[in-house]
């Protein structure tokens, strides 16, 4: 059990990001048990804890006897520091027991710039970086979560990934290392991870060769492993209804970026936005039933004594009874100081109406996402709204007494134009005139915060060639320009980060060396503002020789190999080609979840079905 | 009717590195989960009707701290204490607890004493001249010490708020006892009292490595000492 002087957490900043003793925190003897994990966020300890898919997975790993899951997050830097000085290796929270003696290490995949702290956590836990140079002595190191969607950049550094909901995957998989520990390890690491590529969703990049065209573009990823499929598909939880549902959170001391009881209301999102990678991601629809979320939220409050339930979900107001369940929420809960809220609303009366009820928005302001400023580059998205639909949405929120609205946009979205970035500019004007005619005199603030647009493998954009930084900063400059008003406050994301996020996002093998050479030049914590510096990746590129350029900015063709053709998120390449088209030609794409199927595999090829209860009630 | 109870509680070594605000979020939650029939405030953004007589510094754990709840009917404080006990989290005990009643003085503005234990490593050299520092400390007339915030400095007399620091031979080094005023115009923290220590005395001690917890607080007069509970 590894034990931090109190030299060093007195010197380090919210020491209880290291100290562990939650409540509900599960602690077993993890050196008894056949397959023992430590979960891994590779980022601060106040992101990890909030986030839900590392608390279904600790979970369903702790139900089981034969398994234990403990919790290990990024250190911060000055911690890092003093690990460093002091020799402490990386260790979990629950046993204060290092990484490296565990039988698994599984890290989470949420984002592209976590990837440096991944490498960072390996190398401050003494596991080798690349599984090339693992012994038996050393974990098996795997990742999930929507980046492992495109797991190529990755590919030198973890031992295997698992595509899609882990829900039953997990379960698989420590099974699997249970079973192969009692039989004496067989074949070692590598018997383990053939075994581990015969599991549905698992993607062991080993088992795979590349091969490179003349001009770079790949040629073929290809099986050389008698275990390892051609295309590795998805997992898919078909019945959320009795999937297993983290009721007994590990309760932080420290205050978390959610800091309350998280109710997914269901999963997955058929809206069809052509740049939403989680739309394509979770497809289909499955809801939970309003007696089962009640049921849940009940044991939650039971459990945790947080004093707010936060319904989320990709779309919360596409929920089809929600009205109904936010009305039983707040019936049983009002009388124990227990408040609802809901995170991401539509634009549409309705919402207003609910987030009336439910009043703890009102804190926060209103958000709107239009994503794009003209009606002709909201059709290209198939953001299904339209400047109707935001006027009567404001206008209802200022009418119930909201003065304040946040809007939400992205620049550089394929066939933009500068009447797009103007468009941005008008809505936001458009917004304080509302305001004006509905009230009689000004006193709206608006505030507009603008991201760029990253092209993301699985969406109908993949092949989209992203805007240029320099493109990129004169359309913020531009936008800028348009901003006169003191009412509106305008914001926007620094452009090298999201072309940073483009390469790793559609990078392929090539990408694990530029990772190391960023890693060794001191990257880490890419995702905070403080802590990014372009030049070390600049110099990283540099060193390998590797154009960022040729994944971030080129325009692939249809024809192309892309890095992630065999991983598979059920959704027909063909379907994203087809929206693609559509998308250019500023054609719409309606809904699929109301019977209109558009035919995208997902229901067809993983045998699942759209669950949506307002249709059967 | 509603009832307001007076609690004596710990913050033990599980959530030493704890801040205040999360110390009081923890307790409330625990409230909560216990399902006792907490008062809560009116108004648009309800909260439990919890005070605390003082708070405590990240890294100071403490032996006898002081909540005054509201709950909204009276209930008997032995099934109480139970109820809370079986959810308090790892480190939080009530060790007291007692019915007041609502005229009762608000805990923070009786509270002028706080006592505390300082555990440091020392060297086994160290021992004499660490000795001697804190004598040096408990005969001179006077010890400024300038106190940051970030509204300014501002000089402060130590001795106005320790007048003496005790000091006791441990296995591995020493422990320092000292009792600390709070007046309405201020007080000084233990770790302060150890920095002036060892600026300004030589005490031969790493401040960081130094372990800091209350050992009690108190309503004190020139002659008596008495904790809020027995008010
Ligand atoms: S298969 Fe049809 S119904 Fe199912 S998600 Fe795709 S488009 Fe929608």
């Known amino acids: ?617 | 009717m509603s009832a307001k109870y007076r609690l004596e509680i710990t913050k033990g070594e599980e959530v030493r590195y704890v801040s205040h605000l999360d110390y009081m979020r923890s307790i409330e939650r625990a409230v909560r989960r216990s399902k006792l029939p907490a008062a809560y405030s009116e108004g648009f953004n309800p909260h439990m009707k919890i005070a605390f007589a003082s708070a405590l510094s990240v890294g100071v754990a403490s032996e006898a701290e002081y909540m005054d709840i509201e709950l909204t009917h009276e209930l008997d404080p032995a099934a109480m204490g139970e109820a809370l006990a079986r959810h308090l989290p790892p480190g939080i005990a009530v060790r007291r607890l007692r019915p007041v009643s609502a005229r009762h003085a608000a805990l923070m503005a009786v509270v002028n004493l706080a006592a505390y234990r300082i555990s440091l490593p020392l060297p086994a050299a160290a021992a004499g001249p660490a000795r001697e520092a804190v004598s040096r400390f408990n005969a001179a007339a006077a010890v400024p010490y300038i106190k940051e915030n970030p509204k300014g400095k501002r000089e402060i007399d130590v001795k106005t708020y320790v007048s003496e620091v005790s000091a006791t031979a441990t296995a591995d080094g020493m422990e320092l006892a000292l009792a600390v005023r709070i007046t309405p115009t201020g007080s000084i923290k233990p770790a302060e009292v150890l920095k002036v220590l060892v600026d300004n005395f030589a005490l031969p001690a790493d401040p960081d490595a130094a372990l800091v917890t209350r050992t009690g607080l108190f309503v004190a007069d020139g002659t008596s000492r008495i904790s809020p509970l027995d008010i």
Not at chain 1, 4 to 15: H, T
């Open chain 1, 1 to 617: 059990m590894i034990k931090i002087p109190p030299a060093v957490l007195s010197r380090v900043a919210k020491p209880a990001r290291y100290t562990g003793h939650e409540q509900n925190c599960v602690v077993k003897d993890s050196s008894r048990v056949d397959a023992a994990f430590a979960l891994a966020f590779p980022d601060v300890y106040e992101v990890g804890m909030s986030h839900l898919g590392l608390k279904i997975l600790y979970h369903i790993i702790n139900r089981r006897s034969d398994a234990a899951a403990e919790r290990v997050y990024a250190p911060w830097p000055d911690m890092e520091a003093e690990m460093r000085a002091a020799g402490i290796p990386l260790h979990t929270m629950e046993s204060f027991r290092p990484v490296a003696e565990f039988d698994v290490v599984g890290f989470t995949l949420q984002y592209e710039l976590s990837y440096t702290n991944i490498l960072n956590m390996l190398d401050l836990a003494g596991i080798p970086l690349k599984s090339a140079d693992r012994g038996e002595q050393h974990p098996l190191v795997i990742a999930g979560g929507p980046c492992a969607f495109n797991a190529e950049p990755l590919a030198d550094f973890i031992d295997f990934f698992v595509l899609g909901e882990s829900e039953e995957a997990v379960d698989d998989v420590a099974a699997a290392v249970a079973d192969w520990k009692r039989a004496g390890k067989p074949g070692g690491r590598r018997g383990f991870l053939a075994r581990a590529a015969a599991i549905p969703g698992v993607y062991v990049p080993a088992f795979y060769d590349a091969a490179y065209n003349a001009d770079g573009t790949l040629a073929a990823v290809t099986a050389n492993h008698p275990a390892a499929a051609p295309v590795v598909t998805k997992r898919i939880v078909a019945d959320l209804e009795h999937a297993p549902y983290p009721t007994k959170p590990v309760l932080p001391y420290l205050e978390i970026v959610h800091d309350r009881i998280m109710l997914e209301l269901f999963r997955g999102c058929t809206r069809g936005c052509r740049f939403c990678q989680a739309g394509v991601l979770y497809r289909p629809v499955r809801e939970r039933k309003p007696e089962t979320l009640l049921r849940l939220a009940q044991e939650l409050v039971d459990s945790t004594g947080y004093s707010e339930i936060s319904l989320t979900s990709l779309s919360s107001a596409d929920y089809s009874c929600l009205k109904d369940t936010v009305g039983l929420l707040i019936d049983r809960f009002k009388d124990q100081g227990v408040s609802v809220s809901l995170p991401s609303l539509r634009i549409d009366s309705f919402s207003i109406e609910l987030a009336q009820e439910v009043q703890k928005v009102r804190k926060s302001g209103l958000t709107f996402a239009p994503e794009a400023g003209t009606q002709r580059l909201r059709d290209v998205i198939n953001k299904g709204v339209t400047e109707k639909d935001l006027e009567e949405a404001v206008g209802a929120a200022f009418r119930a007494g909201w003065s304040g609205v946040k809007l939400y946009f992205m620049i550089g979205l394929p066939t933009e134009t500068d009447d797009d970035i103007r468009g941005i500019a008008a809505l936001a004007y458009r917004v304080l005139d509302i305001y004006r005619e509905v009230k009689g005199k000004r006193g709206a603030r608006v505030s507009v915060s603008v991201s760029s647009f990253v092209p993301k493998p699985h969406t109908p954009f993949q092949w989209y060639g992203q805007d240029a930084v320099a493109e990129l900063e004169r359309k913020q400059q531009l936008l800028k320009s348009l901003f006169k008003d003191r009412s509106i406050s305008f914001s926007w994301h620094d452009a090298h980060v999201s072309f940073l996020e483009a390469v790793f996002a559609r990078g392929d093998r090539r990408l694990g060396e530029v990772l190391l050479a960023a890693w060794r030049r001191g990257a880490k914590f890419d995702g905070w503002s403080e802590y990014f510096k372009f030049t070390v990746w600049q110099d990283a590129f540099n060193e390998t020789g590797v154009d960022p350029h040729f994944y971030a900015g080129r325009e692939r063709t249809a024809d192309e190999v892309l890095p992630w053709d065999h991983l598979s998120a059920g959704v027909d390449k063909s379907f994203l080609e087809r929206e693609y088209r559509q998308a250019l030609a500023a054609d719409p794409t309606p809904d699929c979840r109301r019977g209109d199927c558009r035919v995208c595999g997902v229901c067809q090829g993983l045998g699942v079905d759209i669950i949506d209860w307002g249709t059967s009630s």
